[in-house]
């Protein structure tokens, strides 16, 4: 019986250090084929889209956002007092200059001019037989008929009625004009607003307004450049007329052009900017006042600018940076300064040179190093 359990224990072991030997043989063989299906990582070629780097020569501008005003916004007000007769073109209608707009009930005031033109002639009639009276009485004194007293009184009665007749030519030149007020013309080619007096209704001097008017062609459009860039502007606008395109919201291509026309005199202390105007055609009459709009203007032009897509462009603590593809096809980072951009196109003042090849995709995953496949587009 004891040399049984001897056997049988000796059995057992045998048993378990051949087992222990198969798994360690096992686990080495795994290991062996997960090495050799798993490459290192570090040797691995991240496909990326690159770009050539070009030189060339591009428009450079400057954007902001800007406001538009009309050139002449005024309150059409009645010169003289009475009722509103006619009102003869609707509300926010387009009128030329001249235009009849309003007319005031004229009837007083063609009273008036008819009453100053007879005033007139009895004043004329007064004064014909004063003259006539005058001659006469000049024979009689010098022949020694006439006292010089009498005659100096027909003198001056000659004379008063020359003076009346002035007066009512006068008089009737302001009845005329007071008659011409009743009618009120558009004084420019503009927009008319809502109407605030309708027909029958009374009007005095200087009262409230019977509309507005504003004129739409052209139209002024009103920003705020910094003084930063206020020196390139001066310097710009001293070798020609400085073009300016509007951007109405939305849209990516401009529909009305202009120019600069004005800078103010003064830079804003609390805000470091000026004033600045542009005057843009408007012949659709498309752009109204006080519209938000965004104003481009062309400055000059970048000669030698490198230009690389604005998607290979990565920023970080440092600034913006890009991946150009270094010796070996290792990703190499470069910090760069920007200039203007034109299109997708974006000028890099710094930090990288013309015919390197620059990263414009997958750029979150690759870093400063990694082995890339340039993929050229």
Do not use: C
Request: no cysteine; charged share 20%.
């Amino acid at each position: 019986m004891r040399s049984w359990k001897i056997v049988f224990a000796a059995t057992a072991v045998a048993a378990i250090v051949i087992g222990f030997a198969v798994l360690r043989r096992g686990e080495a063989l795994l290991g062996s084929t997960a090495g050799a299906a798993t490459p290192n990582p570090a040797t691995i070629a991240m496909p990326v889209p690159v770009a050539t780097i070009v030189k060339r020569a591009i428009p450079v501008y400057l954007d902001y956002s800007a406001r538009t005003e009309s050139i002449r916004n005024i309150a059409l007000q009645a010169k003289v007092s009475g009722y509103i007769r006619a009102q003869h073109v609707a509300d926010g209608t387009d009128v030329k200059e001249g235009d009849l707009l309003y007319t005031i009930d004229p009837r007083d005031f063609q009273a008036a001019l008819d009453q100053a033109n007879a005033q007139a002639q009895r004043d004329a009639a007064a004064l014909a037989y004063a003259q006539s009276n005058l001659e006469r009485g000049s024979s009689l004194a010098k022949s020694g008929y006439l006292a010089k007293d009498s005659f100096d009184q027909r003198a001056s009665t000659a004379g008063q009625a020359e003076a009346a007749l002035a007066m009512d030519q006068a008089a009737i030149r302001t009845a005329e004009l007071n008659l011409g007020y009743t009618e009120i013309r558009a004084p420019f080619a503009g927009r008319l607003g809502r109407n605030q007096a309708p027909v029958g209704a009374l009007i005095s001097v200087a009262g409230a307004p019977l509309n507005t008017l504003v004129q739409l062609d052209p139209i002024y459009v009103t920003f705020n450049p910094s003084e930063t860039d206020l020196a390139a502007i001066q310097r710009a606008r001293a070798a020609g007329k400085i073009a300016a395109d509007i951007f109405l919201p939305g849209e990516t291509l401009a529909r009305h052009r202009g120019e600069l026309t004005f800078i103010d005199n003064t830079v804003d202390r609390s805000t470091g900017t000026i004033v600045a105007r542009a005057t843009i055609d408007n012949a659709d009459l498309s752009l109204l006042p006080g519209q938000y709009v965004r104003i481009r203007l062309a400055i000059g032009t970048e000669p030698d600018a490198l230009m690389v897509p604005e998607t290979a462009l990565g920023s970080s603590q440092l600034g913006k940076y890009v991946y150009v593809v270094g010796e070996g096809n290792k990703a190499d980072q470069r910090l760069v300064s920007l200039g203007p951009t034109d299109g997708g196109l974006v000028a890099v003042m710094k930090g990288v040179a013309e015919g390197e090849q620059v990263i414009n995709g997958n750029l979150q995953k690759i870093g400063p190093g990694a082995l890339v496949k340039p993929m050229l587009q």
